[in-house]
Structures are given as C-alpha cells and as structure tokens.
C-alpha cells in the first residue's frame, strides 16, 4: 500500500503530557517517507502548534508537547507530499 502511516507514542508512559516521538511508516511506493512537517490541531480544528524540518526532513521527531493543555488532539504529519493524521492524548 502507498498509503502512509504514522506511529506516535509517549516518550515515556509517566509523562505522556510532555514529549511524543512520532515516525512514519511508508508503504512500499512511497518515496520520501521523511517527515517535513507536523501540525498539532486542538479538537475544534484551531492549530495549536506547526512543526517544519526544511532540510531533507527527519526519520523521527520528538514533539514538546508540554504547553498545550490536556486533552484530544489532531496530529497531521506530511511528508511533503502526503499527509497522515492521528489523534493524540494529552495527560497529566
């Protein structure tokens, strides 16, 4: 499949309010699969957050996430083509 997928984990299950890590998965026909931007949007669509690597992307980011208020978010990450999105929680 040529669809990308993002995984998105706490950096530490105790302090899943302050730091995520987030990598994509690429399918098999996807050719960057190298993060170029990460936008955090709060549940009514409002972006509380926009993250760019300019330079030839990242493989993994580490998202601070420790000045947004607790709750559901939106994360969209794009590859510079293609983007994926995947709901995050925000705890503390």
Known sequence: SSQLRVQVAPMDEAKAGERFRAKLDKGPTVLSGKIQSIKIMDIQGTTQKVLQYPSGG???????????????????????????????????
């Open 58 to 92: 990242r493989d993994q980011v580490t998202i601070d996430v420790h000045d947004l208020i607790p709750g559901i978010y939106l994360l969209e990450v794009s590859d510079g083509r293609n983007a994926v999105q995947q709901k995050i929680s925000i705890q503390r």
